[in-house]
């Protein structure tokens, strides 16, 4: 949204001022994302990673795109293809290696993305549709991820293909009709490989889309802020450009530091070298996991290992996985705190950081073989991730007490520094 | 113009307040409907397996090698196929077991030819989420019940390949079998 203290679009140029009369595209901009748009003046380095998230969505498009100039999508020739990007193609180990970690840096840049709406309250009226289309958003990188790490017809990927598609197959009675759809025959296949190309080019295209709504909804109430409390006046809020342009710009100077690190010296780290196996139908190797930003839910369906009444074990994980992504989409109706942020929730603030180092050890368990006590601590786990959101998250909201609140954002910023007397009260807007 | 239009149709209103105008939509909406519904069947249709997926041969199997306690893999309709010859200890074991107590009770006798009981002619694919279980090869972990073990998500089968363990719903599937010979099965 614009405040009405925002700044005004104004072309000089008689060639911007000919093109804002006939298609105002630049005047969009300005109003969305230069210094048309105020936005709080207190953001925390927390706020880079909706920018960081665009930014590696960006990368793994470019990228994909030149991959798939040098990829044959045929179970023949996939994996050696995908070998003859890294060899033969210029440049083409660079490509596949950004592609590849650039699929991990999405994650850790969307998990940090999430963790902060889950702390400062950003689900919370009025941006439950933002993060309603953030759920979207993530649901359809799981799915393109998952359909990518198919391409280079691993081991990994094959045996992925498999147990995934086969997710589907627990549904009852239409389950299996399901997954043969999904493959295309009774195994995966060749004709599972060429449509998971297919579908894996169309989703990013997709999921810019929703990115698009995402950044609209966010735009109506405008971004949300470390104290919670809502932007009263002009003083309370800078012009997104050059302030947090030029902060974000930063913020990219380090996550590309950081992802050009793993890329150039450890590329192969975050992976599993059983992709380097080509995918051989007749043996699952013995250590299979899947990708490390998965490994949180793999933890929960493989918690359930004893039939619950007439419900078998297969059909139970698979319920518990999806609901535990589900879940989050009743999020903003299951915390009913008036309080937005977690830093003036004392007790939301514990539980909070119990359920960070939860799903921490449920990332860690996803990994560890499928044994004792592994399975026993996913099951203490997981029952925890559902307690959290189901029990203790609603008791908090109607039991806590929370600390006072800063009266407005630059309250908040002046008493961090020091300096509460004599600055002017924040004035609310007309 | 549109006063005049709006006394038209109540006057055509007839009993029940219903128009012919709004069968006549409902009929238009409807018809719209049924061609995108016959637009949109074949798009997800074409996901289904192929004419040439479907064109699945059997597949014939040649038993003669194959010596008590070995196993051997094969594929039958693109999947792994287990064939194991038992010995007459991991039959007694089998049969030890009270069915009733079982996940998805089977006897191996059901779950073999009469008379050809040492031959367990199973699918490789574990009844959870599709992995293929270790224990036809040599010096596999056989699991806890010395038949196969599934290393996705630590099911176990027993020497029937019955699911005793962990989270798969059913025993191994037994494909459609018969002998051909003394020393030959043929699969589908």
Redesign the interface.
């Known amino acids: 949204m614009s405040f009405p203290w925002a700044e005004q679009y104004t072309p000089k140029n008689p060639v911007m001022v000919w093109i804002d009369e006939k298609l105002p595209l630049p005047r969009l901009a300005y109003n969305a994302v230069g210094a048309g748009y105020p936005v709080p003046r207190n953001l925390n380095y927390f706020w880079n990673f909706g920018v960081l998230a665009g930014l590696a969505l960006m990368i793994q498009i470019v990228t994909g795109v030149i991959m798939a100039m040098h990829y044959g999508a045929n179970d023949l020739v996939a994996f050696s293809t995908v070998e003859q990007t890294m060899r033969d193609v210029n440049a083409g180990w660079l490509m596949r290696y950004a592609h590849a970690n650039g699929a991990s840096f999405f994650f850790i840049v969307v998990y940090l993305h999430i963790f902060r709406g889950l702390y400062f309250g950003s689900y919370k009226a009025p941006r439950e549709m933002v993060w309603l289309l953030g759920l979207v958003i993530f649901l359809l990188m799981m799915a393109t991820a998952f359909m990518g790490y198919v391409l280079p017809w691993g081991q990994m990927s094959y045996?992925g293909a498999?147990?995934i598609?086969?997710?589907f197959?627990?549904i009852p009675v239409v389950g299996e009709p399901i997954q043969?759809?999904?493959l295309?025959?009774?195994?995966p296949?060749n004709?599972s490989l060429n449509?998971f190309f297919s579908l894996h080019f169309l989703l990013p295209f997709v999921i810019a889309g929703v990115i698009i709504l995402h950044i609209w909804a966010l735009h109506i109430p405008g971004s949300s802020n470390p104290t919670g409390v809502e932007v009263k006046g002009p003083q309370d809020t800078v012009p997104f450009h050059p302030y947090y342009t030029a902060k974000d710009g930063f913020g990219a100077g380090i996550f590309l530091i950081a992802f050009c690190t793993l890329l150039f010296f450890a590329p192969n780290f975050l992976g599993h070298p059983d992709n380097y196996i080509e995918a051989n139908?007749?043996?699952?190797?013995?250590?299979?996991v899947p990708e490390w930003y998965f490994w949180p839910f793999y933890a929960i369906?493989?918690a359930?290992?004893v039939?619950f009444f007439f419900v078998?074990?297969?059909?139970l994980?698979v319920l518990a996985m999806f609901a535990s992504i589900l879940l989050l989409f009743f999020l903003p109706w299951l915390d009913t705190s008036p309080v937005r942020s977690g830093k003036y929730r004392p007790t939301f603030n514990k539980f909070f950081w119990i359920l960070v180092i939860d799903v921490l050890i449920l990332g860690w368990l996803g990994g560890a073989?499928?044994?004792e006590p592994y399975?026993m601590m996913s099951q203490v786990a997981a029952a925890y991730y559902f307690a959290h959101f189901l029990i203790i998250l609603p008791l908090i909201s109607r039991f806590e007490k929370p600390l006072p609140l800063p009266g407005s954002i630059t309250e908040a910023v002046l008493a961090k520094y020091g300096k509460t007397d004599g600055e002017p009260v924040a004035v609310p807007a007309e | 113009m549109a006063i005049v239009e709006h006394t038209d149709s109540t006057g055509l209103s007839g009993e029940d307040g219903v128009r012919r105008r709004d069968f006549i939509n409902i009929a238009a909406v409807s018809f719209a409907g049924v061609g995108g519904i016959a637009v949109v069947l074949p798009l997800i249709d074409q996901m289904n397996p192929s004419a040439d997926v479907l064109a699945l041969a059997s597949t014939e199997v040649d038993l003669s090698a194959i010596q008590p306690g070995q196993a051997i893999k094969t594929t039958f309709r693109s999947q792994p196929l287990f064939v194991r010859q038992l010995t007459p200890k991991e039959i007694a074991e089998a049969d030890k077991v009270d069915p009733s107590t079982l996940r998805d009770p089977q006897t191996l006798a059901e779950r073999t030819v009469d008379g050809k009981t040492q031959w367990l002619v199973t699918m490789g694919v574990c009844t959870h989420l599709g992995c293929v279980p270790l224990g036809a090869g040599e010096g596999e972990n056989k699991g806890e019940y010395g038949g196969y073990f599934c290393p996705c998500h630590g099911s176990s089968y027993d020497t029937a390949a019955r699911i005793r363990k962990g989270p798969a719903p059913k025993n191994l599937e037994v494909p459609k079998f018969s002998f051909t010979s003394d020393t030959a099965i043929l699969v589908g």
């Open positions: 045996w498999k147990v598609t086969g997710l197959g627990a043969t759809w999904l295309g025959g009774f195994a296949g004709a449509r139908p007749l043996s699952t190797p013995a250590h299979i369906l493989r359930f290992t039939d078998p074990a297969k059909l994980g073989p499928a044994e399975v």
